[in-house]
């Protein structure tokens, strides 16, 4: 049995689908003849255009949620979909928020299984996903045996994003159903976190800073160097739970993945749930007292020093530069 048809759940991200449903979107398109996306907002007509250049030959348009949280009417928008007949092989969703809430809700809603964490995907018979177990040392590869969809959550990251130049998708409407007390949670405010500079998963060079720079100030000298490379400014875990960063921060394991053209890795140890988020970069660099720490077992460029010394000297032979 053929994988036919695929769904992707596309978010809306700042004047388009975030980079995670291109992503996913392209790697759709590899394994299956019929793409399409799920999604929801105001104007979901203004996405179609991007989801069709990446693939999708539909968006089900489940429309403006209101103050609503999209995991309860977009979960039952798509098991309505289902329950009708139109029923894909596999459903890639997004690992963030409100993918996750909506895979949950859709798999409760199915009674199908679903599977996380995902970081690749394999075509046979049947979809097969890969896993990173182990802070990331060992990928264990996993399929379902049911009768399906099958529900996958795949991390940002795990694909380069590459248009197919096609058209515009066609968008077909897709209401939720009445959902009843089920959605009964309301937005009632929202707060855009502030930022200068590129978002942290996007940008093409990366500073991150570790427990190495020893207090909550000097990650100042992170986020200048930061700046001066017009990049954006990571963090290790260590330094997100001492408070001295925010989450938001934090690459790794169980903060962010990035894949930036530079990653600069500051007083940084280098433990397998730190390199799980960054060890895709295409050139890093890492500085550490410590010539035996981890981080230097895959640096391209090390530089065993001080922070407090080469992050100075770096910042003022950057401004020499202009
Ligand atoms: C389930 C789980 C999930 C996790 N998820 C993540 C995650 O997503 N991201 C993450 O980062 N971690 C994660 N961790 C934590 C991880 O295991 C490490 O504890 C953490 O990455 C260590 O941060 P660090 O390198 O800043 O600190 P440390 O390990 O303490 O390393 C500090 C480094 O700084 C160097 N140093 C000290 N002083 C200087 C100086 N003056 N100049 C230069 N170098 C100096 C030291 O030699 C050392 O190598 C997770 C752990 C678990 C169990």
């Known amino acids: 049995m053929a994988i036919e048809k695929i769904w992707v759940l596309a978010e809306a991200g700042e004047g388009g ?176 976190e502030e930022r200068s500079g590129p978002k942290l998963d996007e940008a093409a060079v990366v500073v991150s800073g570790g427990r190495g720079l020893g207090e909550a100030a000097n990650y100042a000298l992170i986020e200048e160097l930061a700046k001066l490379l017009h990049g954006a400014a990571g963090a290790s875990r260590a330094i997100v739970d001492a408070g001295w960063v925010p989450y938001s921060h934090q690459v790794g394991q169980t903060g962010k993945t990035v894949k930036p053209t530079v990653y600069v890795a500051c007083g940084i140890s280098g433990a397998t749930q730190h390199l799980v988020g960054m060890k895709g970069s295409k050139n890093i660099v890492a500085i550490n007292k410590d010539a035996e720490a981890p981080i230097f077992s895959v640096a391209d460029l090390g530089i065993v020093g001080d922070v407090h010394k080469v992050l100075p000297q770096l910042i003022e032979a950057l401004k020499a530069k202009g």
Request: hydrophobic letters at 45%.
């Open 17 to 192: 689908p975030t980079p995670i449903s291109l992503e996913l979107l392209t790697e759709a398109r590899s394994l299956a003849g019929t793409v399409e996306a799920v999604a929801w907002g105001a104007d979901v007509a203004s996405l179609a255009g991007a989801l069709g250049e990446y693939g999708a030959a539909t968006v089900y348009d489940v429309g403006d949620l209101g103050g609503s949280l999209p995991g309860v009417p977009v979960a039952a928008a798509m098991a309505a979909l289902i329950e009708s007949g139109n029923k894909p092989d596999a459903i890639l969703i997004p690992a963030t928020y409100d993918g996750r809430d909506v895979a949950g809700r859709l798999s409760a809603r199915l009674d199908v299984p679903v599977l996380t964490n995902v970081t690749g995907l394999v075509a046979g018979d049947t979809l097969a996903s890969q896993h990173p177990i182990f802070g990331g040392s060992h990928i264990v590869t996993a399929r379902f045996t049911g009768e399906g969809p099958g529900i996958f959550v795949i991390r940002a990251k795990s694909f380069a994003p590459e248009s197919a130049g096609g058209g515009a998708a066609n968008v077909v409407a897709a209401p939720a159903p009445d959902t009843g007390a089920s959605n009964g949670a309301n937005i009632t405010e929202r707060h855009v």
